[in-house]
């Protein structure tokens, strides 16, 4: 299986704050990566797919970037409501693998 | 609206079966893949298993491999995960998730609310 390396694995920040999270894969997975927001008791929300592509309705703030086995989650500016745990995913193949998740705190 | 709502969890024995359930609304169900994934307490996200489109493919993590089923029923608006022998490490909480694609890629694009399986004696 593709193993998916995240960090930090926790983070912490202010709001207004610039923050980067950064995921690298074992093996090349081309753009097949996927970045998930989470917030605690609920279910992971889809923020970037194709490595950089914002999914609708998700604010502008968040981008993404990256091919091959490197890629980071970038959010310009922290809102309040960022604070979450984010993680990176790759469909290159059908064995799906999330990486570990990265804590963002205040 | 999509929506997906998971039923069927609970506790169950070491070594027991369970079959968790999602419905599907607000989206033609027979024209995407579907998937579980699974969250233990406190930990983080585990891919579990997909079903392609008319159940031709179905792909597992190799730690539930021979021991979970998943399946579908497009009329019913249906997607189902039938777990057999299963273990302590098998307690999680338990989403489906619909496939979207775009850019050549597949992803997670909508998830239900999740339930929670409880494997104990």
């Known amino acids: 299986d593709i193993q998916m390396t995240q960090s930090p694995s926790s983070l912490s920040a202010s709001v207004g704050d610039r923050v980067t999270i950064t995921c690298r894969a074992s093996?090349?997975?081309?753009?097949?990566v996927n970045w998930y927001q989470q917030k605690p008791g609920k279910a992971p929300k889809l923020l970037i797919y194709a490595a950089s592509t914002l999914q609708s309705g998700v604010p502008s703030r968040f981008s993404g970037s990256g091919s091959g086995a490197d890629f980071t989650l970038t959010i310009s500016s922290l809102h309040p409501e960022d604070f979450a745990t984010y993680y990176c995913q790759q469909s290159f193949n059908t064995s799906i693998t999330f990486g570990q998740g990265t804590r963002l705190e205040i | 609206e999509v929506q997906l709502v998971e039923s069927g969890g609970g506790l169950v024995k070491p070594g027991g079966s369970l079959r968790v359930s999602c419905a599907a609304s607000?989206?033609?169900?027979?024209?995407?893949?579907m998937n579980w994934v699974r969250q233990a307490p406190g930990k983080g996200l585990e891919w579990v298993s997909s079903?392609?489109?008319?159940?031709?493919?179905?792909y597992y993590a190799d730690s539930v491999k021979g021991r979970f089923t998943i399946s579908r029923d497009n009329a019913k608006n249906s997607l189902f995960l039938q777990m057999n022998s299963l273990r302590a490490e098998d307690t999680a909480i338990y989403y489906c998730a619909r496939e979207g694609r775009g850019a050549g890629v597949y992803y997670f694009d909508y998830w239900g609310q999740g339930i929670l399986v409880t494997v104990s004696s």
């Open positions: 093996q090349s997975v081309s753009n097949s």
């Open positions: 607000g989206f033609a169900l027979e024209t995407y893949s």
């Open positions: 079903i392609s489109r008319g159940s031709s493919y179905m």
